[in-house]
């Protein structure tokens, strides 16, 4: 077993106050508890909920002075004595479960995502922003040494959100499932796994770039709603037989997409919620939702069997999401390229610069 120095110190973004901004400073290394591990974070993705995070954005308060962050790979460097299925050397994630109870009803039957104790790395506790992090030991994700650390990273959330997206929408291979916003980093890896579990895709988005990368990315189909005349139409008669996607995947961070949804997908369908555009709702009409069984239904994070799979598809080569690394010192411009809506892929920070 290879023995870690580990510093006193490390460099972290901190964000001080509700609104922000991060500050990057030195801050104490923190030490893991029995049963946690400390990770030193190699390579942090960033996601869209680190500057919600960050501006206060969501109705659940933030711990505060924060360190955000919840896609981080990097190398289990010490561990606390209970922790006996993990070993020093190993490589691991801090993802967004950062830990649960595993003791209540949730937590027993794998849904810990939903545990009401349930701690959230870069919100409710200190995330990956840090080169030094540290999450419960049952909940770091496992990465086996063959997957680069960075460009593992960003399936750490947005992988296994997608993933386990698609394994609610129930749909099997060979069967159609439409996803919606295919053409951003969560949908284009979305469509990726969608194809790597034998799904037709309808990638729904707006402009002709994102629909030629849909297309390169596998997706059979691309419906541009920037320029469709009758969206509805169009989706369904991408579906080969015209009865519409089995599945819907809503990716979108607009609210539309939402409504549109219950009327293009076949009866008996099922539409995934999973983007979270700010103070949407859902409706849809009654009548048809009964009469055509629609079952709407939302799906958040994964669970720690969903996150191996995802990794695992990672690692066969199924699955590539496009990324930028930048220095952690930096995450302030990154954020500021979020704001403006100009981040294509996704970037990753480097902690140790
Ligand atoms: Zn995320
Ligand atoms: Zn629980």
């Known amino acids: 077993m290879t023995k870690f120095e580990i510093p006193t110190e490390q460099w972290a973004q901190v964000v001080e106050k509700s609104g922000g901004p991060v500050v990057y400073k030195k801050i104490p290394v923190p030490k893991p508890g029995p049963d946690e591990v400390l990770v030193n974070v190699k390579f942090s993705g960033v996601c869209h909920t680190d500057l919600h995070a960050m501006m206060g954005d969501w109705p659940l308060a933030t711990k505060m002075p924060l ?51 349930a701690l959230l790395s870069g919100y409710t506790v200190d995330g990956s922003f840090q080169q030094y992090a540290v999450a419960k030991a049952a909940h770091v994700a496992r990465i ?14 947005a992988g296994i959100t997608v993933y386990k997206g698609l394994k609610e929408s129930g749909a099997r291979p060979g069967q159609t499932v439409a996803i919606v916003g295919a053409g951003g980093g969560l949908g284009s890896m979305a469509v990726q796994y969608a194809r790597a579990m034998g799904l037709h895709v309808i990638g729904i988005d707006g402009g002709a770039e994102k629909g030629d990368s849909c297309r390169a990315l596998g997706a059979g ?8 005349k009758d969206l509805v139409a169009e989706v369904k008669a ?18 539309k997409p939402f409504q549109q949804a219950t009327e293009y997908v076949r009866s008996r369908g099922i539409v995934v919620c999973i983007g979270m555009p700010a103070n949407a709702y859902f409706r849809a009409p009654v009548f048809d939702t009964v009469v055509r069984m629609i079952t709407i239904k939302g799906s958040y994070v994964g669970n720690r069997q969903d996150t191996q799979e995802a990794i695992d598809f990672f690692r066969r080569g199924l699955v590539k999401a496009p990324f930028k690394t930048v220095g952690l010192s930096e995450l302030k411009d990154v954020y500021h390229l979020m704001e ?12 140790s610069r």
């Open 144 to 157: 086996p040494k063959e997957c680069d650390l960075a460009a593992v990273a960003p399936v750490l959330c």
């Open 67 to 117: 360190v955000g962050g919840h896609e981080g790979a990097g190398v289990v460097v010490a561990k606390g004595e209970l922790v006996r299925d993990i070993e020093i050397g190993d490589h691991a994630g801090i993802k967004w479960i950062n830990g649960t109870c595993l003791a209540c009803t949730f937590c027993m039957q794998a849904d810990e995502p939903l545990c009401p104790h």
């Open 340 to 351: 403006e809506g100009k981040i294509v892929g996704r970037y990753v920070v480097d902690t």
């Open 221 to 228: 189909a691309y419906v541009d709603f920037t320029t469709s």
């Open 238 to 255: 991408a579906s080969g037989d015209g009865l519409g996607p089995h599945a819907v995947l809503l990716l979108a961070v607009s609210e």
